[in-house]
């Protein structure tokens, strides 16, 4: 006699079932009736509870009518804290996500806010795992839902939420990327609905939580400032700029403290989905020089297709410069660079707007580059696309190397300096560890327009002054505060 | 009975029996030929796996199952000679099965279906590629 079972995931015609939802039927099927009530008062051995863990979850998350019994039963037999349950679900997450019927998919967020309500161990991954299935660019119904299933639940678990600083500025992170997305779109109640979820969220957790934010570094300025148009957010910048003190923590008196944090790579993750980045890995990892052509009709065909799904080239220019490191062995190996990839993806980007924020993601780190805390392979892609575009594709050499001037220029006219001081620092690293042999592949190019060519110069030598004056006057004295801040405005006269 | 042993595609003979077990990536996919009256429709893909590539015919609700990038396993397939074409396919035994996407490499040669195939000297019943045959 077969017991009936409510599936779990969809599949297409011809798709080979998957492992984890094959174990978990199977679970299922062996003690489905040892679901029902009376339970055994025994404590069970360690793999018959792993059995009754998975059988457990196949249930709740399928049969939504047993919920009430089934968490009866969870909660009594658990010995793990919940362990093995919440790893099941991470699985689940992790994997077969975008596969979830409706029904599991309602359930698995429901299950996680009861997670958080016992403080299962692993929830905070959990939160995570799913703050990251909600994808960039896709503004289709399922992907808004659980945009605002996660901004209501962590909403509404803030007590537990201010004690996992990871969760909370991650989830931080996640929204205000969404919301600069988010609120370019046409309204409807829906969308208002969720924006007004994600704007009152963030405000609570950056006027609460400061202090726990400015661990998310550099990249929190990059995707505040996206959110000037929103009022409350023109409101928190006003502060940020005039009012630093308001925010009341220690260590945080201009945005440069907040310039110097480098942002941890866990960030970058977040905004990448599992499936795209082991497909990004794969072929950053395998694919030869040459042969990268078909990935990428098929990478962009899943990802880049709808309308305004480019705006998460610019999440990937991110994980691809920080996350992405390749070894020796792989770089030696013969398989694409970096470089070619985000070229690709630079292409890509239809709209200006898209564009402009792409290329500010692949030169971030530049701006404030510090040779003791950032990394040479955070700027690499960068610098070996201005080189290796000359002399075949002059135009993307020019783009970006005027790109890079005009943010040097503009990003933060008052804290020129600073950027200035970074992106010198950035050519001066990459020449000293071999990236480029010299600088003087560009300037001497008669390839390059003399515009640039000159500007280059300019900067890489004028700055050298500049920053040899600052020290002196440093080291002179330490309380003329407003005279090196005043300083570099003189400094920028010849551009 | 069979043994179900995997093998790839530079190892592909012409023969009449559905033997055939490969995991392979579909690389680009032709035009659904619409079958008429009678017919099922079909069409012919170039699938690959890292030793060869080779012309893939679907059959019915195939067509529309698999697209490119899409890793598909071959059970009991049939290679052989079909209007004189030399196509893979599953056949009315074999089975298909997407088991994942993306994650594979492949050549875009040889293609094992535009190979001249003669009989082995020694094993006249067996065909192997020209480039192969055994000197006598």
């Known amino acids: 006699m077969t017991v009936p079972t409510n599936p779990l995931l969809h599949y297409n015609p011809y798709e080979a079932k998957h492992q984890l939802d094959l174990s978990l039927t199977k679970a299922y099927l062996l003690l489905h009736s040892q679901l029902k009530p009376p339970f055994p008062l025994t404590i069970p051995s360690s793999s018959e509870y792993a059995l009754l863990t998975q059988a457990l979850a196949f249930s709740l998350l399928t049969q939504p009518d047993l919920t009430k019994i089934n968490l009866k039963h969870l909660h009594a037999s658990v010995t793990d804290g919940y362990d093995i349950f919440t790893t099941t679900l991470l699985n689940l997450t992790d994997n077969c996500y975008p596969k979830l019927l409706p029904v599991p998919r309602t359930q698995l967020l429901f299950l996680c806010s009861q997670l958080i309500d016992v403080a299962a161990f692993k929830v905070d991954s959990l939160v995570i795992s799913l703050l990251r299935r909600i994808n960039g660019g896709d503004f289709t119904e399922p992907n808004l839902w659980l945009c605002a299933e996660l901004a209501k639940i962590l909403s509404d678990n803030w007590d537990w939420l201010v004690d996992e600083p990871l969760v909370l500025t991650s989830a931080l992170f996640v929204f205000l990327r969404l919301l600069a997305d988010h609120y370019r779109l046409v309204s409807g109640p829906q969308l208002d609905e969720l924006k007004r979820l994600e704007i009152s969220f963030c405000i609570r957790v950056l006027r609460n939580c400061f202090h726990l934010c400015l661990g998310i570094g550099r990249d929190l300025i990059r995707l505040l400032q996206d959110l000037f148009v929103i009022p409350e957010f023109k409101e928190l910048w006003k502060d940020l700029i005039c009012d630093p003190c308001k925010f009341g923590v220690l260590g945080f008196s201009d945005l440069c403290d907040i310039y110097r944090i480098k942002t941890p790579r866990h960030y970058f993750l977040l905004r990448i989905s599992q499936e795209m980045e082991a497909q990004l890995r794969f072929l950053l990892t395998h694919v030869k020089w040459g042969n990268q052509q078909r990935y990428q009709v098929w990478f962009a065909k899943k990802y880049l297709s709808l309308p305004g799904s480019e705006t998460v080239i610019v999440d990937v220019i991110r994980f691809i410069c920080q996350c992405y490191h390749p070894s020796k062995e792989i770089i030696q190996s013969g398989v694409i660079s970096r470089w070619a990839v985000i070229g690709w993806l630079l292409k890509s980007c239809k709209r200006n707007y898209f564009e402009a924020n792409a290329k500010l993601a692949l030169f971030y780190d530049w701006l404030f580059f510090n040779d003791t805390i950032d990394s040479i392979m955070d700027i690499e892609p960068a610098m070996l696309l201005i080189v290796s575009s000359v002399p075949q594709y002059m135009e993307i050499t020019h783009c970006l190397l005027e790109f890079l001037f005009l943010v040097v220029d503009n990003y933060d006219v008052q804290r020129k300096n600073v950027i200035a001081k970074g992106v010198l620092g950035a050519f001066n690293a990459l020449v000293k560890r071999g990236v480029v042999h010299s600088l003087e592949v560009l300037m001497n190019c008669d390839k390059l327009s003399p515009f640039l060519r000159e500007k280059l110069s300019k900067f890489l030598f004028d700055k050298a002054l500049v920053s040899q004056e600052k020290e002196i006057i440093q080291m002179q004295s330490g309380d003329h505060q407003d005279q090196i801040a005043g300083m570099p405005e003189q400094a920028h006269q010849w551009l | ?136």
């Open chain 2, 1 to 136: 009975m069979q043994k179900q042993s995997w093998m790839k595609l530079k190892d592909l003979t012409p023969a009449a029996s559905n033997s055939i077990n490969a995991t392979v990536i579909l690389v680009e996919k032709g035009n659904t030929i619409e079958g008429g009256k009678e017919k099922t429709e079909t069409c012919v893909a170039l699938v690959a796996d890292e030793t060869a590539c080779v012309n893939f015919q679907m059959w019915g609700d195939e067509c529309e199952a698999f697209q490119p990038g899409d890793i598909i396993r071959i059970s009991k397939g049939i290679f052989s000679r079909h209007k004189n074409k030399l196509l893979l396919r599953a056949g009315k035994r074999g089975s298909l099965e997407k088991v994942g996407e993306f994650t594979m490499l492949f050549v875009e040669s040889p293609n094992m279906s535009e190979m001249r195939y003669m009989p082995n000297a020694n094993q006249p019943s067996k065909l192997v590629p020209e480039s192969q045959l055994t000197k006598p």
